[in-house]
């Protein structure tokens, strides 16, 4: 059988803020790594990644989703000819797409955090009221869901040409970048046609900014 060696993956340098001991905790294992089959190897090489990323915890995720789509590009072939490393792609992909979904809520509640925080506000309101009730609650009236959508969706295209830089802002690894912004499009489409949905129902005589028109502003871009 092929034999294919195992390189340790980390697409990103190392946070600043390593400390002298989580330095000499990475080399202990990276170490112990030469003496261990390939599973163990690449075992070690996730809790290794995981405890790198919390040492920069504001950069954390793009360090993971680099890392993991790294491991996820070389796992895949190696996992033909060594069928027990099969379970480790599934993982690397698994904890990839759990980076981009965190990395991906925080940047689209950035930029668009009144909006939907005014969405998660009519969705708990409507556990004990009716619909028709909601605009006499306090800070829900009409008059301020206008505010939030003037503040949220005036000049939209430019608070998602500022969403896009700030998602790929800090990454070194070009290629993975439109496909970030696909899911993050993707998710960002689906919170508002939530919140779309909601405002029809709470306020079906105020007018908004439709899920169709959001889609094409994001398509144009």
Same mark, same amino acid.
């Given at each position: 059988m092929?034999e294919k060696?195992?390189?340790?993956?980390?697409?990103? $340098?190392?946070?600043?803020?390593?400390s002298? %001991?989580?330095?000499k905790w990475v %080399?202990? %294992?990276?170490?112990s790594?030469?003496?261990q089959?390939p599973?163990?190897?690449?075992?070690?090489?996730?809790?290794t990644l $995981?405890?790198?990323s919390?040492s @920069?915890?504001?950069?954390? @995720?793009?360090f993971? +989703?680099?890392?993991?789509?790294?491991?996820?590009n070389s796992l895949?072939d190696?996992?033909n000819?060594?069928?027990p490393?099969?379970? /480790?792609?599934?993982q690397?992909? $698994?904890?990839y797409?759990?980076?981009?979904?965190r990395?991906?809520s925080?940047?689209?509640?950035?930029h668009f955090e009144?909006?939907f925080?005014?969405?998660r506000?009519?969705?708990? +309101?409507?556990? *004990?009221?009716?619909p028709? $009730?909601?605009? /006499?609650?306090?800070?829900?009236?009409?008059?301020?869901?206008r505010?939030?959508?003037k503040?949220?969706?005036?000049?939209?295209?430019k608070?998602? *040409?500022?969403?896009?830089?700030?998602l790929?802002?800090?990454? *070194?690894?070009?290629?993975?970048?439109p496909?970030l912004?696909?899911?993050?499009?993707?998710?960002? +489409?689906d919170?508002?046609?939530? /919140?779309?949905?909601l405002?029809a129902?709470?306020?079906?005589s %105020?007018s908004?900014p439709?899920? *169709?028109e959001m889609r094409?502003i994001?398509a144009?871009?």
């Amino acid at each position: 059988m092929q034999e294919k060696q195992l390189h340790m993956i980390v697409v990103q $340098e190392l946070p600043d803020e390593v400390s002298v %001991e989580e330095f000499k905790w990475v %080399e202990e %294992e990276g170490k112990s790594c030469c003496n261990q089959d390939p599973s163990s190897m690449i075992g070690i090489m996730f809790v290794t990644l $995981e405890k790198i990323s919390q040492s @920069d915890l504001k950069h954390s @995720d793009i360090f993971l +989703l680099e890392n993991y789509a790294a491991f996820q590009n070389s796992l895949y072939d190696m996992a033909n000819v060594v069928p027990p490393l099969a379970k /480790f792609y599934h993982q690397a992909s $698994e904890f990839y797409e759990q980076s981009c979904s965190r990395h991906i809520s925080v940047v689209i509640y950035y930029h668009f955090e009144r909006l939907f925080q005014f969405a998660r506000r009519i969705e708990d +309101l409507m556990l *004990t009221n009716a619909p028709e $009730e909601i605009p /006499f609650q306090v800070g829900m009236s009409k008059a301020d869901l206008r505010k939030v959508i003037k503040s949220s969706l005036s000049g939209v295209d430019k608070h998602i *040409t500022l969403m896009h830089k700030k998602l790929v802002k800090n990454m *070194t690894s070009e290629e993975l970048m439109p496909t970030l912004w696909d899911k993050c499009k993707k998710e960002f +489409l689906d919170k508002y046609d939530s /919140f779309a949905q909601l405002a029809a129902k709470v306020y079906p005589s %105020e007018s908004i900014p439709s899920v *169709t028109e959001m889609r094409d502003i994001l398509a144009s871009m």
